[in-house]
């Protein structure tokens, strides 16, 4: 049981550079989220699914799309890499009907844009 | 644009001390709060959550949540160097899929 899982765990690209990070939850999860965290700021919610094949904007979405691919996987999309998104990017998942509604976060992807 | 408040810290406490951290959030319909604990470099885990009025005890971990004043509060008791880290609190609504994070606390606990 691996929990939530991301790839790359670190990525430098060029600004205008395209990429795509990847997020999987085996725990069958309904939610799915995206967050970025930069220094000194707590999460902040880019995009969110709350099931397969819905997709809804969070907090900062300018930049970023999107895809639930199916229920396990959720990943983000730069089109066009700007400094300004030199973050740590966070996936987490969690299913609202089930009592917490506690968030699983994986291990994070540390991009630099250069 | 719904915001949570937390004072940034350091918050530095000696080993076996109670540490109390705060939070204030801005949307009076907020129903869920969540304290996440991140060590450095690591990712958020869950500490505690709490949905209604009054206190919620969790071993040494207490949550406190005033509605009314709206604000939420963690007490960690018998404070030991492993619980520093940084708390973040968090809070969401009628859409339970929508979280917002205050920026953190960071606690140092010393030996």
């Known amino acids: 049981n691996a929990g939530v899982t991301q790839t790359p765990k670190f990525q430098v690209l060029k600004t205008g550079q395209s990429m795509t990070l990847q997020c999987a939850q085996d725990?069958?999860?309904?939610?799915m989220y995206w967050y970025r965290q930069d220094p000194g700021m707590g999460l902040r919610l880019i995009y969110y699914?709350?099931?397969?094949?819905?997709?809804d904007k969070g907090e900062v979405p300018n930049g970023y799309n999107v895809s639930r691919l199916n229920k396990r996987e959720f990943s983000l999309r730069l089109e066009s890499a700007a400094p300004s998104q030199t973050s740590v990017y966070f996936c987490?998942?969690?299913?609202?009907?089930?009592?917490?509604?506690?968030?699983?976060f994986g291990p994070g992807t540390r991009l630099t844009v250069l | 644009q719904k915001e949570v408040e937390q004072n940034s810290g350091p918050l530095s406490v000696p080993e076996g001390a109670i540490a109390s951290l705060n939070c204030t959030y801005s949307d009076r319909g907020s129903q869920s709060f969540f304290w996440y604990r991140q060590y450095s470099g690591k990712s958020p885990e869950l500490i505690m959550f709490?949905?209604?009025?009054g206190d919620k005890e969790d071993g040494r971990f207490t949550a406190q949540l005033n509605k009314a004043s709206q604000y939420v509060s963690l007490l960690i008791r018998d404070s030991q160097p492993s619980d520093s880290a940084t708390y973040l609190c968090?809070?969401?609504?009628?859409?339970?899929?929508?979280?917002?994070f205050g920026s953190g606390t960071k606690l140092n606990v010393k030996p």
């Open positions: 987490a998942s969690s299913d609202p009907g089930q009592g917490s509604n506690e968030q699983f």
């Open positions: 725990m069958n999860h309904n939610s």
């Open positions: 699914s709350a099931s397969e094949g819905t997709t």
């Open positions: 968090a809070v969401n609504g009628d859409n339970f899929n929508k979280f917002y």
């Open positions: 709490i949905y209604s009025n």
